[in-house]
């Protein structure tokens, strides 16, 4: 009896940390470590546009002008390969030039807000840069500048993966409407990327939206009138973080609501 009692006793013990374990994942105070650089790796680079980057703007990721979203011209375009259909949407990159004449020394730093679409009409070492299984970044050319002479027009390289370093909250700019909300996830730190989001009105449980395209989500949900919350995992490591009453019940589209917290 006394043995079975200690088994039961260690049963219990073990269901009550379980469950304390997944409350404190679904309340957001239980996160993975932080975000750590990756190993370099080979690719190569090109750019496109012009020393203003005004062709870098919008682009597959659905930021619109990076200048108001923050991103600025350290930005690039990935390849099919690294671009994961939208998930790698705000990840971020170092990148140096390597075995070149062309070649600066250092490295730059970049965010990925596009995509560089194969181009099957021309052969992939020859025109073809961004046809997979090739890793290539197509950089805005004030990035470029910084590890190549322009006139390189391609150039070697290694990159790696590198936490983003963030001012602020997770931003989302809200497009849809009362019956369809549409978001656009900005700003993001530690991995850069998000694989999935779950909005809460102040009248609803969570709700998961869908990945529609690059870095947006949507909830086919009525959401009008209600404060709204938002529970994020990062794509990378898995993270899970949770931003409470983000947009106020009088949100509209065509706003952008910024919250308290990010990832690691």
Known sequence: MAYFNCRWRLSFFLIATMALFHQAIAAGYYTTPKFKAMPWKLAYATFYGDETASETMGGACGYGNLFNSGYGTATAALSTVLFSNGYSCGQCFQIQCVKSKFCYKGFTTITAT??????????????GWCNPPRQHFDMAKPAFMKIAQWKAGIVPVTYRRVPCIKKGGIRFAFQGNGYWLLVYVMNVAGGGDVASIWVKGSKTGWISMSHNWGASYQAFATLAGQSLSFKLTSYTNHETIIASNVAPSNWHVGMTYQAKVNFH
């Open 114 to 127: 596009n995509l560089c679409p194969p181009n099957w009409a021309q052969d992939s070492n020859h025109g």
